[in-house]
């Protein structure tokens, strides 16, 4: 095979694509709801009449109406304002009977509403009083719209009657709930003429009414007019060409018109905007494939709003230095040296791994670099006294250092269980004397070890074969071909998955020396084909991990990853 493109776009041409999903206004179906009631708490009232009108392109293609027992009087004031008596709900059904009708008639349709957090209210309490999940329709409100869809000359207030009268609705709002859903259905497709003017055209484009970007931003979703609507990379460009963002998407026309019309609130998101002056995008064949091509592109022109993968550099590893007697120390770049622990997840997982490492198996901490044969003048630190040290500071071969570095290397390469019993030791040991912070700090160092050895392990085995491999997503099926733990190709086929895995292996035979693979990359392909479900097709060489390795602690990541999630939670709360 070739060696990694050096450029993305020389990448493997996408072959297939999946559906557009991008949803046309034009093609969205609506259900305009409006409720009667006994007062304005759904808490201390209860639904009298449901009315809803389902339309799609304008059209009407359904109605539901029903009058609802609310189970007690209803108060004359509600009586006066829409005529429904007592005597005419004594023989409708209770609301825990029309629920089950009113939401399948419902089913994945924008609920539309006057007013819409009174209804959605009365719904979502009815639902959670009978024990019916509340669907989570996308929601519009006809007041949020009018507020864009009007001036203030014309329809002073929001009322529904104020804009029946403003856009001549053929029928007249009257507090039944459906001649007002069927008047608040005309008025929604009136005002949705006139506010795809500013761009909302789409279903996506809805979530703008809530919180709508500046005139400045918003003028500029045309960049979003030939983008197509498939899964893949974009990448805004600044005045000068330059990359200002890249990211992905499985829709990307929904996803960069998002942008203009979502009122972005991200202080760097919207300064990006600003300068952004158009956008490039990438068609990809599957999802691997567009998050791969998201990370190079990041690696290779540091976007100024990408923080995530701009830096690869900085990968942080754990080794042994080359000396006679070694001590641990950090190195970075994007691969690490031979027999490095890593990659590390961040400059302070290194630092804590070397602090218990140095603990656990006596490595020297002095950063000095040792002669030979110790200087008669040379002295030893504290750390020998106390037995911590070997001290080939002074005592030299005769130390006993060989094996500690045997210990650390055999840690560092393969099993970390010499550091685990230790450190497991100190922890309870901390943990009874009541010493939880020290104990914690324990826990976080033996996790950033283990963690940083069972990524070594993992990505180590990728990078040494090639593999071919396949997985099911309904009638499609995503395959590709990695070789050195980089993606060389993918394919997104309906049949002939064999024929695909055959044209993807041809780029995966062993032609010159590769360039290094990006950490995340190999990340991001590792968990793709760990997933459950996925199969492989050819495995050129060897793929595993060690039965005694460093998996066997695995329970130390996830005690420190649980304690974080704990945390974060608490913080939020």
């Known amino acids: 095979m070739t060696s990694p493109p050096a450029s993305i776009e020389e990448l493997l041409p996408t072959q297939r694509s999946f559906e557009d999903i991008g949803e046309p206004l034009s093609q969205t179906t609506f259900v305009v709801v409006d409720l009667e009631t006994t007062g304005t708490s ?96 996308q929601v519009v409100d006809t007041v949020t719209l009018a507020r864009r869809a009007t001036t203030k000359e014309e329809a002073p207030n929001k009322k529904l009657s104020t804009l029946a009268r403003v856009f001549g609705t053929a029928v007249e709002p009257n507090h039944r709930a459906l001649e007002d859903a069927r008047a608040t259905s005309e008025i929604l497709h009136r005002m949705l003429e006139r506010v795809a003017a500013f761009g909302i055209t789409h279903r996506e484009d809805l979530e703008s009414l809530r919180n709508p970007m500046p ?53 760097s998101v919207r300064d990006m905007l600003e300068l952004a002056v158009g956008v490039d995008t990438i068609v990809c064949a599957t999802e691997l494939e567009a998050n791969v091509r998201e990370v190079r592109l990041i690696a290779e022109h540091r976007p100024r709003y990408n923080r995530r993968s701009a830096r690869p550099e900085r990968t942080s590893w754990v080794r042994l230095t080359e ?107 901390h943990a009874a004397g009541l010493d939880y912070e020290r104990a914690a700090e324990l826990r976080d ?15 180590g085995s990728l990078a040494r074969c090639s593999i071919v491999a396949v997985r099911p997503d309904g009638e499609w099926w995503d395959v590709v071909a990695v070789r050195r733990g980089a993606l060389v190709g993918s394919e997104r086929v309906r049949a002939g998955v064999w024929e695909a895995a055959d044209r993807l292996r041809a780029l995966t035979s062993d032609l010159g020396v590769d360039s290094p693979v990006l950490v995340e990359e190999r990340e991001l392909v590792s968990r793709w084909i760990e997933t459950p479900g996925t199969r492989l097709l050819y495995v050129d060489g ?13 329970r130390w990541v996830d005690a420190r990853r649980a304690d974080r999630t704990v945390t974060g939670v608490l913080r939020r709360t």
């Open 445 to 459: 160092g033996v996790s950033a070890v283990v963690d940083g050895a069972m990524r070594a392990q993992r990505l």
């Open 323 to 429: 000396e006679r007697y070694p001590r641990l120390s950090v190195t970075r770049g994007v691969e690490g040296p031979s027999g490095a622990l890593g990659p590390m997840r961040s400059a302070t997982d290194a630092r804590l791994a070397i602090e218990v490492l140095q603990g656990a198996i006596g490595v020297r901490t002095c950063t000095t670099r040792l002669p030979i044969t110790p200087r008669a003048s040379a002295r030893a630190c504290l750390l020998k006294d106390l037995g911590a040290c070997a001290a080939p500071c002074v005592r030299g071969a005769d130390s006993g250092y060989d094996a500690t570095a045997r210990a650390a290397r055999e840690a560092l390469e393969r099993d970390p269980t010499t550091v685990v019993s230790v450190v497991e030791r100190q922890i309870a040991d």
């Open 42 to 137: 759904p808490g201390a009232a209860a639904i009298t009449e449901i009315g809803a009108v389902k339309t799609r392109g304008g059209e009407v293609i359904g109605e539901f109406q029903t009058l609802v027992d609310p189970g007690a009087p209803i108060p004359p004031m509600i009586v006066a304002l829409t005529g429904i008596t007592d005597v005419m709900v004594s023989a409708a059904p209770r609301i825990e009977a029309v629920l089950p009708a009113f939401l399948e008639f419902l089913g994945d349709a924008v609920l539309v509403a006057h007013n819409a957090p009174f209804d959605t209210g009365f719904l979502r309490a009815a639902c959670r009083a009978h024990g019916y999940r509340w669907p989570g329709n």
């Open 215 to 267: 005139e400045r931003i918003r003028k500029k979703s045309a960049m979003a007019a030939a983008v197509p609507s498939k899964p893949g990379v974009y990448t805004f460009r600044g005045p000068r060409g330059e990359r200002l963002y890249v990211g992905t998407s499985k829709n990307l026309r929904a996803r960069v018109k998002s942008y203009f019309t979502t009122g972005e609130q991200r202080r």
């Open 542 to 554: 060897e793929w595993s991990s060690p039965v005694d390795g460093a998996g066997r602690h695995a």
